[in-house]
C-alpha cells in the first residue's frame, strides 16, 4: 500500500508561480514512475506531467511545456511540480499519482497508475 499526499496549492495571480508536493509513504517510491494531473471543474481529469523512478525520462501536456518542471527526491520520498507563468486555465485541482507497473513506461493515462493522492486545489486568478 502506498499513501500520497498533495501539498502546496492555493490562489495565485495570472502569471505567478506555484510548487507542488506529493510526499509518498509505505511501498517503495523509488521504484515507481509518478505522474501529475488535474480535474478543473465539469472536466475529465487529464495528465499533466510524468517523471520515470530515476529521473532520467519526463513527459509534460502540450498546454504546460516550458512552464511546469517535475521533479522528484528519492531521499526524501517526494514528487513535484514547479508551476510558473501560470494561467487561468490551469485552475483544478491537482493529483499526484504512482505507477509501479514493471514495465516501466512513462503512462499518461490515469487508469494505468495504481496509487492516488487526495489533492489539492490550484486557482489561478486572472
Known amino acids: 500500500q502506498v499513501q500520497l499526499v498533495e501539498s502546496g496549492g492555493g490562489l495565485v495571480q495570472a502569471g505567478g508561480s506555484l510548487r507542488l508536493s506529493c510526499a509518498a509513504s509505505?511501498?517503495?517510491?523509488?521504484?515507481?514512475?509518478m505522474g501529475w494531473f488535474r480535474q478543473a471543474p465539469g472536466k475529465e481529469r487529464e495528465f499533466v506531467a510524468v517523471?520515470?523512478?530515476?529521473?532520467?525520462?519526463?513527459y509534460y501536456q502540450d498546454s504546460v511545456k516550458g512552464r511546469f518542471t517535475i521533479s522528484r527526491d528519492n531521499g526524501k520520498n517526494t514528487v513535484y511540480l514547479q508551476m510558473s507563468s501560470l494561467k487561468p486555465e490551469d485552475t483544478a485541482v491537482y493529483y499526484c499519482?504512482?505507477?509501479?507497473?514493471?514495465?516501466?513506461?512513462?503512462?499518461?493515462?490515469?487508469?494505468?497508475?495504481?496509487?492516488w493522492g487526495q489533492g489539492t486545489q490550484v486557482t489561478v486568478s486572472s
Open positions: 509505505g511501498r517503495t517510491f523509488s521504484l515507481s514512475n
Open positions: 499519482a504512482a505507477d509501479f507497473s514493471p514495465d516501466g513506461r512513462l503512462k499518461m493515462v490515469d487508469g494505468e497508475y495504481d496509487y
Open positions: 517523471i520515470s523512478w530515476n529521473r532520467g525520462s519526463t
